[in-house]
């Protein structure tokens, strides 16, 4: 070979190495672009979500870290259960999350809360109130006067009986400094938010949001489930329909404020607007403060045509088409 074919070889050398050059780099580039993309993403899902505060949140002993991540997805404490299960198995061992209820007085991000859930890092310095299903606000003051150094029951009870209906049940976690209006401020904030996911349900009802209050809390008094929620409601509204009273037992109860068990036949002649024997239409205003399943009751009662139920002492409910039917049932179940 002459030294003129040599230079002819040698200069074709470098041609045939660029499309290699070029490969590398964009290799390097879509390595780059997808580290990026990445990154933003984890600081997306890792960031603070805007919960209220103070927030808690209760890990059952035994539920599982998919389980838990999930629930802290739903109450929107975390941006991604899968992101939150992922940092637990990886960055930490998930077998040590310890059961307990969370108090967060701070917007978290997900890393962080990974942390509080394996150390076990929750509030000590708040106390539990809870307020159950169809309790009245004089009784939710005495609860809360137990617990809270600062609470004036006076105070509570000026502004909360005309909210009656609105001071939304559930286990609160708040410090023993909350004041009367501090504890009506987070009854009512607390109402909201379980409502607003039915806004376009509650507009829809031929009903008020002051009346379904007031059904939903007859309903809380006089059924025991879900189920027999959504039954209840269908005979209580069947009944409103065609102008007959609701004859509910749990308005009796409001009045005398004596368990059901004890009225009498001449109880239920007592002369009051919440004598739902005497008079058709609904009471005044609420007999209680309903919960979400009574409320979601009186939005979605059962399709039915019976206008008569009667309970057993097993808590076991039958219903009626007709008064006969009715009287039945009676005979049958409660003699």
């Not at 539990?128 to 939710?140: D, K, P, Q, Y």
């Not at 059904?215 to 009944?239: D, F, G, H, K, Y």
């Not at 036949?265 to 058709?280: A, Q, W």
């Not at 309903?290 to 409320?295: E, M, Q, R, T, W």
């Amino acid at each position: 070979m002459d030294l003129e074919q040599e230079t002819s070889i040698d200069s074709q050398a470098p041609k045939r190495a660029r499309p290699l050059h070029i490969f590398l780099y964009v290799l390097a580039g879509l390595f780059f672009a997808i580290t990026l993309l990445v990154s933003l993403v984890v600081t997306y899902l890792n960031a603070p979500t805007d919960y209220d505060l103070p927030t808690t949140f209760t890990v059952e002993s035994g539920t599982s870290v998919r389980a838990v991540a999930a629930s802290l997805r739903e109450q929107g404490i975390v941006r991604s259960e899968t992101f939150l299960y992922l940092v637990l198995v990886t960055l930490h061992d998930p077998t040590s999350i310890k059961a307990s209820t969370y108090v967060l007085d701070e917007h978290f991000s997900t890393t962080q809360i990974a942390r509080q859930l394996v150390a076990g890092d929750f509030g000590n310095d708040l106390v539990r109130l809870t307020h159950i299903e169809g309790e009245r606000a004089e009784a939710l003051a005495a609860e809360a006067e137990k617990v809270l150094i600062d609470f004036d029951t006076n105070t509570f009870l000026a502004a909360a009986i005309p909210r009656e209906g609105r001071l939304y049940p559930d286990t609160y976690f708040v410090p023993e400094t909350f004041t009367a209006n501090e504890l009506l401020d987070l009854l009512e904030a607390a109402f909201e938010d379980a409502l607003l996911p039915y806004q376009e349900k509650i507009e829809a009802s031929p009903l008020s949001l002051d009346q379904i209050l007031i059904l939903a809390s007859i309903i809380e008094r006089e059924a025991n489930s879900p189920e027999s929620m959504r039954m209840v409601s269908s005979v209580l509204q069947n009944r409103l329909t065609i102008g007959m009273p609701l004859q509910a037992d749990a308005s009796i109860e409001y009045i005398l404020d004596k368990p059901l068990s004890e009225l009498t036949p001449g109880d239920l002649k007592i002369d009051s607007p919440y004598n739902t024997y005497i008079n058709p239409g609904l009471p005044p205003t609420p007999i209680g403060n309903p919960g979400l399943d009574s409320i979601l009751a009186v939005l979605e009662p059962a399709d039915s045509d019976y206008f008569y139920y009667i309970t057993d002492d097993n808590g076991t409910f039958y219903y009626s088409e007709t008064y006969d039917e009715h009287l039945d049932n009676i005979e049958q179940y409660l003699r």
